[in-house]
């Protein structure tokens, strides 16, 4: 059948097709990650009829002759169990599709936290798991599995969800600082704290749990980790976003305490 083809050859059906989308014989995608490692943009370059789904949220420009679709993240399970985990989690309770339309076009994505960008490559073979928060787009091809209980139930703890990739194509993923990237051999372990974990490729096993006993996540400070056995690739964001709100908080703290109790006097004024 034809590309332009508008009916059925065998049965003379009009055929009906969605116009937005239209799935293509996949090519390498084309892109630059820009200002890296601190400040890292990602710039795709989708061909005529092409696109490409991103976080909501994540686009700082396009061209103007891309069109874009909104959706959720949980197609599924319905509106409500997206509500659900977004409410749970804090995550985005929707995802874009850019579309190149009447020519090639371009779009530049970001994502709050500063820091780098890394492009993972997904196929048959090798998936990866990824800190939903982490994640910044995908090609057509590679399906974001969130029937997964790491992401419904969110089983890395301290309401930290992950995203399962499977299919084949290109994900994009960013980090709060540096992205720093291991290798792991058959049987190598490697133990992450679960603020520092981006991502880990699915042919790795892992195990989530307490650092240490219970006594030393108290005095210790650590919550949960994540032990993982290789082979695979294990992504580690430098800086932990948690950390750095406490360490934030140590400044604006006092003042919104001051503020709170000048307030409860009545104001700096005084009552009236």
Request: with cysteine.
């Amino acid at each position: 059948m034809g590309d332009n083809a508008k009916f059925c050859p065998k049965c003379g059906a009009r055929i009906l097709q969605e116009p937005a989308i239209i799935e293509k014989e996949q090519q390498p995608l084309e892109y630059k990650i820009k200002y890296q490692p601190s400040y890292s943009l990602l710039e795709v370059q989708l061909p005529q009829g092409s696109y490409i789904t991103a976080e909501a949220g994540a686009m700082t420009y396009m061209s103007s002759n891309i069109e874009v679709k909104t959706r959720t993240r949980m197609k599924e399970t319905g509106l409500w169990g997206t509500i659900k985990v977004s409410l749970l989690g804090g995550e985005t309770l929707f995802i874009n599709d850019y579309i190149a339309k009447g020519g090639d076009g371009k779009v530049g994505l970001v994502s709050a936290p500063l820091g780098d960008i890394a492009h993972l490559e997904v196929s048959q073979e090798k998936g990866y798991i990824i800190q939903s928060s982490a994640y910044i787009a995908s090609t057509p091809k590679v399906k974001l599995d969130t029937e997964w209980q790491g992401f419904t139930k969110g089983l890395f703890g301290q309401n930290l969800f992950m995203i399962k990739t499977l299919g084949e194509g290109d994900v994009f993923i960013t980090a709060f600082g540096a992205i720093d990237k291991h290798e792991l051999e058959p049987g190598e372990k490697l133990v992450v704290d679960n603020f520092h974990l981006a991502a880990l490729s699915t042919t790795c096993q892992y195990e989530v749990r307490m650092f240490g006993g219970l006594k030393s996540t108290i005095l210790g400070g650590e919550g949960l980790i994540t032990e993982v056995t290789g082979p695979g690739e294990v992504y580690i964001q430098t800086k932990n976003p948690q950390e750095f709100v406490n360490w934030l908080w140590r400044y604006i703290g006092p003042r919104v305490h001051a503020s709170s109790r000048r307030a409860s006097r009545g104001g700096l004024f005084g009552r009236r």
